[in-house]
């Protein structure tokens, strides 16, 4: 237990405070309440649909939410763009199916954004860029096109490219889903080695065996509500919710 | 259980199956029907072709300076090379024509060292040809500055009009046209509905009426003093009208971006317009070329359209010429000539695109 609660401060770098969603008719987030200290890695799992996605969608205004309150780090996520902007540029996000900018090299995929938003020489850009795909294990692929590379090695690309801007939050979207069984590991090793680095870290995953390892907290989701939320210990050893009983027999069975 | 250890070396294919006869076997005599069909469409091509052939090159004329040089019985070219001046630069003064002629080499190079792969500064190059050239190009044409004559824009025509509506419409239509896809894409409901509405009506109306409009209804909304000059209204309506068709164009090409490519852009922080002139328009005007080229062949030829607001282009001062007594009967030469200048143009820009789609085809799917 103390090994996984290094690195977390009491500063508060996300709080959602009774957040409500709806897509049409449809309820998604039922008051979602959370907050998550800087240096806290935070696993999300639940069952398709449960909202899960789009919880951590609200957080960088992917998905506008309806009522409630999102804070990262001090500002609010509002209608103002400029906030917006803001808190864009201080969150990574890596997706379940990549999203790497297939016209441009690898290279280029991660100094694009450090040189438009955050206005870096580009000397620079490329130097930090190598600095993380050498992080992630490919620099040698810096000048190949994403199309080239296989499934795992892209999203370490896309992992490098969030890196990139040096964000104080890293969200991940399932992403390890889309990959074939052999590429998980690659991907997940890297994951590992940022919690261990102290990144705040949300991940929207299935893989149990990263969440034993790495998680301070587990938050199960069903049904747009936090059904639960313990650390990784109590959560797969001694589940409260008869919902949460059900789901981790489903998927730990096999 | 079986174990194979003998290495079977690599064989030759059978000779029937490679080669010029296994080319012929396979493509044009596979079955009796194939082999027939073969020879009667073979047949028919080389009938007509011997005669065609005939008549463009081996009986044709070529030199001479009036209708009796021409003797052979072919072709008669001689109507054009005798008319060729005024079929290139319309009726501007002969003594400018070095003008026109050097904005041809202008251009000609600065397309030339765009297409060349080993161009350095190709950047700055297509912002120069783009930006600055159109306005040398204005001066040179129609003078005014520079101790240069003023030329007219009535006595603008031939191949030179023809090139001078079909570059501006083109370069005119693309950024109009992209940010008519934009606007009808966009959020705001009011942008939204100003680029819809623009597309359908310029898109529901036929070109000729357009610059019908543009020539005769125009200048009854316009007071008299501020008459605007007929080309230049014959200029915005085709710009306007082939922006609407280039819109939708590029929009289709908008709606074949995976939606995960938005999203990327947006989660590392890039503003609307630099996730789209950095990640989505590159990668949708990239998918959209042929689709983009076909409008622009479109647009070059339909440019003839404006024969019938009374500026010649090089239809119109071809058909012009053929009503002179002294060349009577001779206008399939003179048609024939006009379609083998707007084909040789149209092919190379359709050559063009092609090669621009191989070039940036960077071994990717759409994702």
């Given at each position: 237990?103390s ?5 977390v401060s ?9 957040v409500?969603?709806?897509?049409g008719?449809f309820?998604?987030l039922?008051?979602?309440d959370?907050s998550?200290?800087k240096g ?6 639940g069952p398709?649909g449960s909202g899960?996605?789009?919880?951590i969608?609200c957080?960088?205004r992917l998905?506008e939410?309806?009522q409630?309150?999102?804070l990262?780090g ?6 103002d763009?400029k906030n917006?902007e803001?808190?864009?540029r ?7 199916h ?7 090299t690898?290279l ?7 040189i438009?938003?955050?206005k ?5 850009a490329?130097a930090?860029a ?5 992080r992630v294990k490919?620099?040698d692929?810096?000048y190949?096109y994403p199309?080239q ?13 969030s890196?990139c801007m040096?964000?104080e ?13 052999e590429?998980?590991?690659?991907v997940l090793?890297v994951m590992?080695e ?7 870290m ?5 893989e149990?065996g ?9 938050i199960?989701m069903?049904?747009?509500q936090i059904?639960?939320?313990?650390n990784p210990?109590?959560?797969f050893?001694n ?12 998927i730990?069975a096999? | 259980?079986i ?8 064989m030759p294919p059978?000779?029937?199956?490679v ?16 082999s027939i069909?073969?020879?009667?469409v073979?047949?028919?091509?080389i009938s007509n072709l011997?005669?065609l052939i ?8 070529w030199?001479?300076?009036s209708?009796?040089d ?9 109507f054009?090379?005798?008319r060729?001046e005024q079929f290139i630069y319309?009726?501007?003064?002969e ?5 026109i ?15 060349f792969?080993?161009?350095p500064k190709k950047g ?6 783009l930006l ?11 003078g005014g500055?520079?101790?240069?004559e ?5 006595k603008w025509g031939g191949l030179s009009l023809t090139?001078?509506?079909a ?16 606007g ?6 009011i ?5 819809t509405?623009?597309i359908?009506?310029w898109r529901?109306?036929?070109?000729i009426?357009?610059l019908f409009?543009?020539?005769?209804m125009?200048p ?9 000059d007929?080309?230049?209204r014959?200029?915005?309506g085709?710009?306007?009208f082939?922006?609407?068709?280039m819109?939708e164009v590029?929009r289709?090409g908008?709606?074949a971006?995976?939606?995960?490519q938005?999203?990327?852009a947006?989660?590392l ?6 996730s ?5 328009l ?15 062949i479109?647009?070059?030829?339909d ?15 071809v058909q012009?010429?053929l ?5 009577l009967?001779y ?9 083998f200048?707007?084909w040789?143009f149209?092919?190379s ?10 070039k940036?085809h ?6």
């Amino acid at each position: 237990m103390s090994t996984q609660n290094n690195n977390v401060s009491s500063e508060i770098m996300i709080q959602l405070k009774g957040v409500n969603k709806w897509y049409g008719e449809f309820h998604v987030l039922k008051d979602i309440d959370l907050s998550v200290s800087k240096g806290e890695r935070i696993v999300v799992c639940g069952p398709s649909g449960s909202g899960k996605s789009t919880m951590i969608r609200c957080l960088n205004r992917l998905e506008e939410h309806q009522q409630g309150q999102i804070l990262v780090g001090k500002t609010e996520l509002t209608n103002d763009i400029k906030n917006i902007e803001t808190i864009r540029r201080e969150v990574g996000m890596v997706f379940q199916h990549f999203n790497l900018f297939p016209h441009l090299t690898v290279l280029e995929n991660c100094c694009l954004a450090p040189i438009w938003v955050r206005k870096v020489p580009r000397k620079d850009a490329e130097a930090t860029a190598m600095k993380y795909l050498e992080r992630v294990k490919i620099p040698d692929q810096a000048y190949k096109y994403p199309g080239q590379l296989s499934g795992g090695q892209q999203q370490r690309v896309a992992i490098a490219r969030s890196l990139c801007m040096n964000p104080e939050v890293m969200l991940f979207d399932e992403p390890t889903s889309a990959l074939d069984p052999e590429m998980i590991k690659e991907v997940l090793d890297v994951m590992i080695e940022l919690a261990h680095e102290g990144m705040t870290m949300i991940c929207v995953t299935h893989e149990m065996g990263f969440a034993k390892t790495v998680a301070n907290r587990v938050i199960f989701m069903d049904g747009g509500q936090i059904i639960e939320e313990n650390n990784p210990h109590e959560f797969f050893d001694n589940p409260q919710s008869e919902r949460t009983q059900l789901f981790l027999s489903q998927i730990l069975a096999h | 259980m079986i174990v194979n250890d003998n290495k079977i070396p690599d064989m030759p294919p059978p000779a029937s199956t490679v080669g010029a006869v296994g080319w012929l076997r396979k493509n044009l005599f596979s079955s009796w029907a194939n082999s027939i069909l073969t020879v009667v469409v073979g047949y028919i091509v080389i009938s007509n072709l011997i005669p065609l052939i005939d008549w463009v090159f081996l009986t044709s004329d070529w030199l001479g300076d009036s209708r009796e040089d021409c003797t052979s019985g072919g072709a008669c070219w001689v109507f054009i090379t005798v008319r060729l001046e005024q079929f290139i630069y319309g009726f501007y003064p002969e003594s400018e024509y070095w003008r026109i002629n050097t904005i041809f080499v202008m251009l000609a190079g600065l397309i030339a060292a765009l297409i060349f792969e080993g161009t350095p500064k190709k950047g700055w190059l297509g912002a120069f040809t783009l930006l600055i050239f159109p306005i040398i190009a204005f001066y040179l044409l129609y003078g005014g500055a520079f101790d240069l004559e003023v030329v007219e824009t009535h006595k603008w025509g031939g191949l030179s009009l023809t090139l001078v509506l079909a570059c501006v419409g083109i370069v005119a239509s693309l950024p109009f046209g992209v940010l008519l896809a934009l606007g009808r894409r966009s959020n705001m409901p009011i942008v939204r509905s100003l680029s819809t509405a623009f597309i359908e009506i310029w898109r529901g109306v036929p070109l000729i009426s357009v610059l019908f409009m543009a020539s005769v209804m125009l200048p009854l909304f316009v007071s008299g003093e501020t008459s605007m000059d007929k080309l230049l209204r014959a200029l915005i309506g085709i710009t306007m009208f082939q922006s609407a068709y280039m819109a939708e164009v590029i929009r289709g090409g908008l709606q074949a971006i995976p939606k995960g490519q938005y999203e990327a852009a947006m989660a590392l922080g890039l503003n609307y317009w630099k996730s789209m002139g950095l990640i989505i328009l590159p990668q949708a005007l990239k998918l959209m070329i042929p689709g983009i080229v076909n409008t622009f062949i479109a647009l070059f030829k339909d440019t003839s359209l404006v024969l019938i607001i009374g500026l010649f282009d090089l239809l119109a001062i071809v058909q012009a010429a053929l009503s002179d007594p002294k060349w009577l009967g001779y206008s399939v030469e003179g048609y024939v000539f006009v379609a083998f200048v707007f084909w040789i143009f149209c092919f190379s820009m359709s050559r063009y695109s092609q090669a621009l789609e191989r070039k940036l085809h960077t071994g990717h799917g759409a994702r």
